[in-house]
């Protein structure tokens, strides 16, 4: 299947596990609906990749000759009640990767192989709310970034899920005003050596169970234009360096405490 020079949006209802696709110019969207197999597609120039509108227990995607995605969009896809839909990207030859949450999403999100990964929740759209909750496991990734932000106040994005990335060192979160983001469960972020929280939402990184920054050397808190002060970490101490945090509007770094709500 070879696209136009447009920005096209493809609907499949039911797409050949091994379909071939050329998106050519513009910015292509090819959107799985109900989507419920294991794919293992080839495509080229096709820049997001949309899953819609399901509640399989399992979904599987293939990359490794998937050439140019951008973007994975989750839309609708899985139930908190019967369960979560279970999605694994595997061989992706992507360096990053974002993933954008619209609507409600219960997923355990499984990445390998993708060292940076940028997930987004909200769409900027009154007629959406939008959450991703559940599980995400980064197998390879050093670089994680979060925003909740619906570009709209009251819209109140949520990101909250138990976030297995042992060999993530850097965390960016942006949390927009009245949007919540929570890290939480057995949440593992022990290779964390820096953090940088921006926004005025609720965060939470880490709980009772989690490991953040427990086999780091370098752990530093930074916490900036977090005008709220609704910010609450829990940083693990190891190595008898100290854990240190910043308070907005002071220079400087200040001690904090093993297990200190920050
Ligand atoms: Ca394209
Ligand atoms: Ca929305």
């Not at 880490?206 to 977090?226: M, V």
């Not at 904090?256 to 709500?261: A, G, K, T, V, Y």
Request: hydrophobic share 35%.
């Amino acid at each position: 299947m070879k696209l136009g020079e447009g920005d096209d949006v493809i609907r499949a209802w039911s797409i050949s596990a091994t379909a071939s696709i050329d998106g050519g110019a513009g910015e292509d969207n090819l959107v799985l609906e109900g989507a419920h197999n294991n794919y293992a597609l080839t495509s080229s120039e096709v820049e997001t990749l949309t899953l819609a509108n399901t509640n399989a227990s399992s979904i599987g995607l293939v990359g490794e000759n998937m050439d140019g995605v951008e973007n994975l969009v989750l839309k609708n896809v899985g139930n908190a009640v019967s369960g979560n839909t279970d999605i694994t990207l595997a061989n992706f030859p992507n360096s990053e990767l974002n993933v954008q949450a619209v609507n409600q999403n219960a997923v355990d999100l499984s990445i390998a192989d993708i060292p940076v990964v940028n997930v987004v929740v909200g769409d900027g759209k009154t007629n959406t709310h939008d959450a991703l909750t559940g599980t995400l496991n980064l197998g390879s990734a050093t670089n994680l970034n979060i925003t909740a932000d619906d570009g709209i106040n009251g819209a109140n994005p949520t990101f909250s899920a138990e976030v297995n990335a042992n060999r993530v060192n850097y965390l960016g979160i942006d949390a927009a005003n009245g949007s919540r983001v929570t890290l939480g469960g057995q949440t593992d972020l022990g290779a964390l050596s820096n953090v940088d929280v921006s926004g005025a939402g609720n965060v939470q990184l880490g709980s009772a169970g989690s490991l953040i920054g427990s086999a780091s050397k370098k752990r530093l808190c930074e916490y900036r234009k977090h005008e709220r002060r609704n910010f609450h970490g829990l940083f693990h101490r190891q190595y008898g360096h100290r854990q240190q945090y910043r308070l907005p509007g002071r220079a400087g770094f200040k001690p904090c405490e093993q297990r200190h709500l920050c």
